[in-house]
């Protein structure tokens, strides 16, 4: 199997099961976490959280995966991050990732998404991760930059009829660069 369960100082990164259905289902609800993601509407419903779930633990090979981000002092789910739109002939990737808002402001994304790109590129042999982000997400902006992601292009998402500006964020990976950031 290509996805496995990781760990760092702080969090274990557990691969997204059925009985994260709550978890989703509160994380993709909430207003605040949603406030920048303007690629699927929030979730209203319990079960559209299975939708979600489905799609990241379709058997393997697939394109995508999601890691459900657990705080390892009490095990608390604090947020979730992961890959999609896998362009395995040309090794490139899009990343997603959110964490509830009481876990702000911790550097723990930062410290999920330095695993996880490493896991990219030494066993995925990925050379570009690629991130979709509002101009007004100044957090995520931060957080990408902070990682070493660069302004490659914009693009305008259509949201309830609405086009909201996009910088699409790329993290060129040279050899073992986020595993000397580990
Ligand atoms: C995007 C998001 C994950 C960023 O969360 P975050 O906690 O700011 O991200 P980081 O893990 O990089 O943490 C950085 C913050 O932790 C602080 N920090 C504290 N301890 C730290 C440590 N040990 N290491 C690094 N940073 C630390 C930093 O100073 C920084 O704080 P600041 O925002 O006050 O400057 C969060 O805002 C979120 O979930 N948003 C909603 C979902 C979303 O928009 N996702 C992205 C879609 S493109």
């Known amino acids: 199997m290509m996805f496995k369960n990781l760990q760092t100082d702080r969090l274990l990164l557990r691969n997204i099961e059925m009985e994260d259905r709550d978890f989703i289902f509160h994380q993709f609800s ?3 976490v949603n406030r920048f993601l303007f690629d699927a509407e929030p ?3 319990l079960e559209q959280a299975n939708e979600i ?3 990241y633990i379709y058997p ?6 999601r890691w459900i981000v657990i705080q390892t002092t009490d095990n608390v789910k604090v947020g979730t991050c992961g890959f999609h739109c896998w362009n395995k002939n040309e090794g490139i990737i899009d990343i ?7 876990y702000w402001g911790k550097g723990y994304m930062h410290e999920a998404l330095t695993e996880i790109i490493n896991y990219a590129e030494e066993v995925m042999k990925v050379h570009e991760v690629r991130a979709i982000i509002s101009v007004d997400n100044d957090k995520s902006i931060r957080l ?7 302004v490659a292009g ?5 949201f309830r009829n609405e086009k909201y500006l996009h910088n699409i964020y790329s993290l060129t990976l040279s050899k073992g660069q986020m595993k000397k950031a580990l």
Request: glycine share 6%; no cysteine; proline share 3%.
């Open 30 to 32: 909430n207003e605040i």
């Open 144 to 150: 990408a930059e902070s990682l070493g992601f660069k």
């Open 96 to 102: 997603g990732y959110d964490l509830r808002e009481e």
């Open 43 to 45: 979730l209203t419903k």
């Open 53 to 55: 779930i489905d799609f």
């Open 154 to 158: 914009t693009e305008y998402v259509l």
């Open 60 to 65: 393997e090979p697939r394109l995508q995966h």
